[in-house]
C-alpha cells in the first residue's frame, strides 16, 4: 500500500522539504509584514528548550541577564564607522511615536554593541567593575530582503552577550570560553550538531570586531548554517563610547571587549541537521517531548495504562506527553508525532496490554519492537542516550563523508555542489576568496591543519572550509 | 552617629525615594529615548523570578508559550473600533525598512490581539481546535508622555495571555480562572502583596473588551498601582477578524476570547509595597538572592567558613550568594545588600568563628541576633518562611488601615488624599465617577459587598474602590 508522501523528499527539493516540514510540523507560520514569523507553540518549545540550557551554560560562565531597551537613536549607530556601514541597509526605522513625528528617528536593534557601550560607559570607573559579563535575550530586526523561516528574518529572538575586560588577553579568553564551553557544548552535546569551530576571514567578520569566532554545521544538503559566533570587539566601540576605566596604574585605559550571540536560526538548523523524509528528529537532550505514550483505542483499561505509564515515566524526569485523543485515529496521531520528531513512542493496545508489553517505536534509530511494561522506564533511558548518541554519530559522518580536500578554485566550487572543500589558506587568499564569492560559495571559516581554531588569519597551515551557505 | 540618608525618606518625597531606591539598588537606568529603560542585572533577576513564577502557573492552566511578530500592518489595528481609538495615541510607526520607504508602515504591537487573531481565524476549524490556549512573553511599546521608570515606560516587558473558546461561559471561566489561580496566587503568595480584585467599570476597561478583570495593589504612599489584567474580550476580535469554527451542530459561530496580561511594572509594585526608608525588602519566595552569607574580614578561616556555608545553604535549596569581597569596607557591602532587600545577611568574622555561631540580621522584621552555626540552615528556614508571612500581612494592614468608606465625592477625594475610598455604587455611578476623574481620582474597580468579583457591573451591593493611581 503505497502512502502519498506527507513532505515533498528531500531528494526532490530540499527548501521545499524544509518548507513543509515548518508548515505540517506546526513549527511556524509567515507573519503578515515580509520577512516575520510566527513560531508556533510546538516550535517555540524548542526554542525554550535551546533558551534554558544556552542560559544555564552562560550563566556558568559568569555572566548576568539584563535588558537595554530595543530603540537605538539613530546617532548611536553612526559612532562606528564599520558597524554602520554593515548595518546601515538593514535597519528599520521608526520616525513617528505618540501620533507626531520624532525629533530623531530611531532605529530597531538590529545588535546591541552601540546602545549597550553607552551604559558600560556609565558602569565602569575603575578595573574593579571589570570584567563586566552582560547577557540579553532580546528580538532583534534586520530587514531581510530574501527571508527564510528560521535562516534569515526580518525580525529574530536571540542572546547578546556583551563584555568588557582590562586585557585584550581577558577579553580574547572570554570570547574563546563562550565559543567552547557555551556554544560548542550546547551544539554537540545537546543539538547533537558536529559543529566545525574556526575563525571568520576579515571579509566575514563581524561589522566592527577585530575577530570572529563561528561555529558552523553542515546541513543535510551539504550546505553551511552559521550556527553562533563569538567576536573579539578589541578597543573599536569602547573608543566610540569612550568606555575607559581606571587601572591600577592610575592610568585612564579603553576596556577590551567581546560581543557573542545565536539566535532562533539554531531551529532551522536543528530541522536541516537531523530530520528526514519523514519530519524531523530531535535530539533526547533538546526535545521538549522526549517520549509520547499512546493509547491505540479509547477502552478504560488502556487509557488508565497509559496514564499509569506516563506518570512513571515522568516519576523518573522523562519529558512525557500522554495522547489518549483516540477520537483521532491512531495512524494520524502517530504520522503527526513522528512528523514532530518526538524520539520515542511507546504505543499500547488491548493486545499490548494483554500480554504485558507496549511497542517501542524510535523515531531516530528506526525500528519498533515491544517492550515489557515492567522494564519499560530503564529502557527508555538507555534508548534515549543512543539515539542521542547516534544522531552525533550521523551528523559527523555527513560531514566527514561530504568534504572534499582540494587544490583550486574550480574543484572548490564543483566540491560545494553537494558539500564543503577544504583548501590550503595559502593557496587561496583573499583574492581566491573573492573569486570564489563571485560562485556564491563563502570561506565558512579557518582551522588549523589539526582542526583547531588559528589564533591569526595568516598563520602557517591554516585551512580553508569552502561551502554554500544559508 | 547620625548617618546621612542614603534614600530620600519617603515621607519627605516619595516619587523621589522610589527613583533614588531604583538608582541606588542598581535596578534599572533611564533609556537614551524618551520613556524608555534599561533593566540592570539585579533589577533583571527580579523579573526573571517573576517570570518563571507566573510562567509556571500559566502551564498549570493549560496555555502554551509562542511567539509573534512585533511589527503589524497599520490597518490589522483599525479593524476593532474601539481598539484602534484606544491605542492610536500611543502607537510607534516604522515607515523605513531596508533603506526604502514601506508601501505600508507598520506599527510596533502596543499588544497584539489584532496579529494573534489573524492566526486564530487560521488555525480555528472546529470546536476540536477549542479551547486554544496561547501565551507570549514580549516587548511592547506604547509611547508615553509621562513616563516612570517601571510603572509607565514607552517599550516594557510582559506576557499576553489570548485564548479562543467555543462558548461565552468557557472564556468567562478561564478569564477568573487566570485572574485568580494565575495572577492572584503569584501576587499574593510570592510578592507578598495584598491585591485587591475586582471588575473595572466600563470607563475603566481594555479598549475592545466587555469585562476586564483586575488586580489592585495598594503602594507605601496610598495610591493604587493596577498589578495585572484579565480580560474578557467577547466576539469583537472574532468579528473583526473572521474567528469561526465549525461546531457539532455544523453551525460556523464566532469564537469567544480572553486576553491577559502581567508586565514589568510588577517590579515598580514590589518596590513600592516593600521598600523602606533603607531601600528594597524582598519576599523569600520571590528574591533572586535569599540569603548573603557575609565575610567581615579577608583571613582563610573566615572565607573558608562562609563559603562552606554557602555550600551547605545551596544544598538545602537556598538561593545563596557568598560575598567574600573583603577588600570592600563591610559597612559599605552590608548597606549595599540592605539597598538591594535580600531577606537574610548572615554575618562572619573572627569572633563570630571561634563561639561557632553567625550573625543573622533580618531585613523585613528587623534586628540581628546570633545564631549557631550548626542549626543556621534550619532557623533560616523558618526565617524566611516568617518574613514571607509578614510582608503579606504588613501589606494587608496598610490596606485595610488607609481604607476609608465614604459617602460622598467630597470625602472620596480626601480619603484618596492618603489611601483608598469605598463608596457605594450605585451611590457614585458612571455620573460620580466622571467628577472624580476631574481630581485625578479613579475607580480602581467594583467589588461585591463581601469583597469577592461583581458578575456584572449594575449588580445590587457593588462598592467602588476608590484611589489615585500610578
Given amino acids: 500500500m503505497a502512502k502519498a508522501p506527507i513532505l515533498t523528499p528531500q531528494a526532490d527539493d530540499f527548501p521545499r522539504w524544509y518548507q513543509d516540514l515548518i ?13 516575520t514569523m510566527v513560531i508556533r507553540p510546538y516550535g517555540y518549545s ?13 550563566k556558568d560562565a559568569g555572566a548576568q541577564n539584563a535588558y537595554f531597551p530595543m530603540f537605538i537613536p539613530e546617532n548611536y549607530l553612526t559612532r562606528e564607522a564599520e558597524h554602520v556601514e554593515g548595518f546601515s541597509p538593514e535597519l528599520a526605522v521608526v520616525t513617528h511615536g505618540g501620533g507626531k513625528q520624532l525629533e530623531e528617528p530611531v532605529v ?23 570584567p563586566l559579563l552582560i547577557n540579553q535575550w532580546a528580538n532583534v530586526v534586520r530587514w531581510e530582503l530574501r527571508p527564510r523561516i528560521f535562516l534569515r528574518t526580518t525580525e529574530f529572538l536571540w542572546q547578546e552577550g556583551h563584555t568588557a575586560h582590562a586585557t585584550y588577553e581577558d577579553a580574547r579568553a572570554y570570547a574563546t570560553r563562550i565559543h567552547r564551553h557555551v556554544y560548542d557544548d550546547f551544539m554537540r552535546n545537546v543539538l547533537a550538531i558536529d559543529v566545525v569551530l574556526g575563525r571568520k576571514t576579515a571579509r566575514e567578520r563581524f561589522a566592527g570586531a577585530i575577530n570572529t569566532l563561528t561555529l558552523e554545521g553542515m546541513m543535510g544538503d551539504g550546505k553551511a548554517l552559521q550556527m553562533g559566533t563569538s567576536h573579539e570587539l578589541g578597543q573599536n566601540f569602547a573608543k566610540a563610547f569612550n568606555t575607559q576605566y581606571l587601572a591600577d596604574t592610575g592610568e585612564r585605559e579603553y576596556v577590551w571587549q567581546t560581543s557573542w550571540g545565536a539566535s532562533t536560526r539554531m531551529v532551522g538548523g536543528l530541522i536541516m541537521s537531523h530530520g528526514d523524509d519523514n519530519g524531523l528528529r530531535v535530539p533526547p537532550r533538546l526535545a521538549p517531548v522526549q517520549v509520547v505514550v499512546m ?24 519529558r512525557v506527553v500522554v495522547d489518549d485523543k483516540t477520537d483521532t485515529p491512531f495512524g494520524r496521531r502517530a504520522v503527526d508525532w513522528e512528523l514532530k520528531g518526538v524520539p520515542i513512542r511507546l504505543e499500547i493496545g488491548p493486545r499490548d496490554l494483554e500480554g504485558g508489553t507496549a511497542m517501542l517505536a524510535r523515531r531516530i534509530a528506526g525500528g519498533k519492537s515491544p517492550v515489557a511494561l515492567d522494564t519499560v522506564v530503564e529502557t527508555v533511558a538507555t534508548v534515549l542516550d543512543e539515539d542521542q548518541a547516534l544522531l552525533l554519530a550521523q551528523s559527523r559522518e555527513r560531514r566527514v563523508a561530504r568534504t572534499a580536500d582540494v587544490t583550486s578554485i574550480g574543484e572548490a566550487v564543483e566540491a560545494a555542489s553537494t558539500g564543503w572543500a577544504r583548501m590550503p589558506w595559502a593557496d587561496l587568499g583573499a583574492e581566491g576568496e573573492a573569486k570564489l ?34
Same sequence: chains 1, 2.
Avoid: H
Fill in 295 to 318: 493509547a491505540i483505542k479509547g477502552d478504560d483499561a488502556v487509557v488508565d495504562a497509559v496514564r499509569a505509564l506516563g506518570d512513571r515515566l515522568k516519576a523518573a524526569g522523562v
Fill in 23 to 35: 508548515g505540517k510540523a506546526e513549527l511556524a507560520d509567515n507573519g503578515p509584514v515580509r520577512g
Fill in 437 to 470: 564569492a563571485e560562485q556564491g560559495v563563502s570561506v565558512r571559516c579557518l582551522v588549523t591543519a589539526d582542526g583547531g581554531v588559528p589564533d591569526a588569519e595568516d598563520q602557517a597551515g591554516n585551512v580553508a572550509i569552502l561551502a554554500r551557505a544559508y
Fill in 46 to 58: 524548542l526554542w525554550e528548550r535551546m533558551q534554558s540550557e544556552v542560559d544555564a551554560r552562560i
Fill in 108 to 130: 530597531v536593534r538590529p545588535t546591541s554593541e552601540t546602545i549597550i557601550n553607552e551604559y558600560f560607559s556609565k558602569w565602569v570607573q575603575s578595573y574593579r567593575d571589570l
